[in-house]
């Protein structure tokens, strides 16, 4: 079973992401689970796209990068308090946060290996980051089926604020009840794909080569829904929270000259 994501409310953020002085990312890709579950095979692969798009293209340097391959819940504990330490050296105001996982799960708890990192510890230790903005995004199951497709995989995020935009927002790969979805064709966890494409261009709406956070999140569902339905023929919905007082508008990445595009294998996924 595989821990993803539900939540939903639609949140209009965009603006300029090198406003924000200091971004940290933590990346968490753990294929393995409970010993009822399968292996996933692209957990880690995920986690080193996100961290890709955000320090080419989403103003994170490599210093502020954590990053976990197969972590026990005592190196993640470690790593959120690593993240604590760096953001106490600046203004809260001048930090954001934002928290990757992908891997196993289920309605109360991340699944790493045979342990369990309950959501509501999570949820404590994303607060202690001393950042006035906080993503977490979660690419994992919320239900008892493992993550589907030719393979298996999942999906959340809480974010830093910049010019007095506070808060919390998390993005979660599927609704409640429903397996995130993982793909050998396009080799990683189907909404972890379609958001980071978007991240790189894809999601730019408007044009105005920026991401923001509501664009990546709207282009992620529509394709997931899509892929999904296309596909394997089970629906995956992503879902988000926002908690989120706007002051400022918010962009993820920056795209300069460069433009991404969402590439569909030509054979359907299967189970």
């Not at 955000?54 to 954590?66: H, K």
């Amino acid at each position: 079973m595989l821990f993803v994501t539900t939540m939903l409310v639609a949140l209009l953020l965009s603006g300029n992401v090198w406003a924000l002085p200091t971004r940290i990312l933590v990346a968490v890709g753990h294929g393995t689970g409970h010993d009822d579950e399968r292996p996933l095979r692209y957990a880690e692969q995920d986690a080193v796209k996100v961290v890709g798009a955000f320090t080419s293209l989403g103003g994170v340097i490599a210093d502020q990068v954590i990053l976990l391959r197969k972590p026990t819940a005592a190196q993640l504990r470690n790593a959120m308090g690593q993240a604590q330490s760096r953001a106490g050296r600046h203004a809260r105001a001048d930090v954001s946060f934002v928290f990757y996982f992908s891997g196993h799960g289920d309605r109360t708890s991340l699944h790493l290996g045979n342990e369990s990192l309950p959501i509501a510890e999570l949820t404590r230790l994303v607060q202690g980051v001393p950042a006035s903005l906080r993503l977490v995004v979660l690419d994992a199951c919320r239900s008892n089926r493992a993550k589907g497709m030719t393979a298996e995989q999942g999906f959340a995020i809480s974010l830093g604020n910049p010019s007095g935009t506070t808060g919390t927002a998390w993005l979660f790969a599927s609704a409640d009840g429903e397996a995130a979805q993982e793909s050998d064709p396009l080799g990683g966890a189907v909404f972890t794909h379609a958001w980071v494409t978007g991240l790189r261009g894809a999601a730019d709406a408007d044009g105005d080569r920026r991401v923001s956070l509501a664009e990546s999140y709207a282009y992620a569902y529509h394709e997931t829904l899509y892929r999904s339905a296309r596909g394997s023929g089970v629906l995956q919905r992503p879902s988000a929270k926002f908690e989120v007082s706007e002051v400022a508008p918010i962009t993820l990445t920056s795209l300069g000259g460069q433009t991404g595009h969402l590439i569909f294998p030509k054979e359907a996924d299967v189970y």
